[in-house]
């Protein structure tokens, strides 16, 4: 199969348990699902703009899910989120325009720098959370009140869209690291926002697909590859306290390996 249709009940069922896997491995790894979903569709058969335009079906859902959590908790600031958003819609444009005039080797390319890139980025990451953890606390946060934070938040946010748009991911893999080392907001605080901000950033990038060209985004495939995550990350949550820090690092760092070297070779084949 070259090309996956949005009809193909076939595929569709196919989706839905490697969506439970791709909840457990993000659950467990701690990485969005951006990094996972675009090579599951493309393994099953859509094309490269597919996959990325797909992905982002995927990923509102989920976001959409943990925003709503964060928002019972009355653990969401709204005006970081909109600080973050509205320069990420701008810039979302920017990516899909790129992803959408990429030849399909080199989109697919890059996706697999990004997933080696990741390895970096979220490593950062966890460093952060631990320093934060030893520390006891980051310098504490307040919201952005003068124009140099505003900025920043609003750079981060510009970063984000483009990513969000040319690579099918939510920006999280930068928005988290970056609010804490530049803005030393609390690395869960970062992570509330990154969800909150991602839903509309998503939003956004998926109806500028739909826009340039319709049949690039499977909204079926993409909800139930975004419901099997959901259930699968119920199970992967409760199993990450089972496993050594060092075991998660060791799978996280091989699976994304695996991933970059997967896409290079299918990007190769083209």
Request: overall charge positive.
């Amino acid at each position: 199969m070259t090309q996956l249709s949005a009809s193909s009940i076939l595929s569709v069922l196919h989706l839905f348990p490697i969506g439970i896997v791709v909840g457990i491995i993000s659950a467990l790894l701690g990485i969005g699902g951006g990094l996972l979903y675009v090579p599951a569709l493309a393994a099953v058969g859509a094309s490269p703009i597919q996959s990325v335009a797909t992905s982002l079906v995927a990923i509102t859902l989920g976001a959409i899910s943990g925003t709503i959590q964060n928002l019972q908790m009355k653990s969401l600031k709204l005006e970081t989120v909109s600080l973050l958003t509205f320069p990420a819609m701008l810039t979302t444009e920017i990516g899909v325009s790129i992803a959408r005039a990429l030849p399909s080797k080199w989109l697919l390319l890059s996706f697999a720098a990004l997933q080696i890139t990741a390895i970096w980025l979220i490593n950062f990451k966890n460093k952060l959370q631990k320093d934060e953890k030893k520390a006891a606390k980051i310098e504490s946060y307040q919201s952005p009140g003068d124009s140099t934070p505003i900025l920043i938040t609003q750079g981060i946010g510009l970063i984000a869209g483009i990513l969000s748009g040319l690579f099918g991911v939510g920006g999280g893999i930068v928005m988290v690291p970056l609010q804490v080392l530049l803005l030393k907001m609390p690395i869960k605080q970062s992570v509330q926002t990154s969800y909150g901000a991602i839903v509309l950033i998503s939003l956004w990038a998926v109806s500028r697909y739909v826009i340039a060209d319709s049949t690039n985004v499977l909204i079926l495939p993409g909800l139930m590859l975004g419901v099997g995550s959901l259930l699968g990350a119920t199970y992967g949550a409760r199993l990450l306290p089972k496993l050594s820090d060092n075991l998660v690092r060791f799978l996280f760092t091989c699976l994304l390996i695996i991933l970059a070297v997967y896409m290079s070779f299918k990007a190769l084949a083209l």
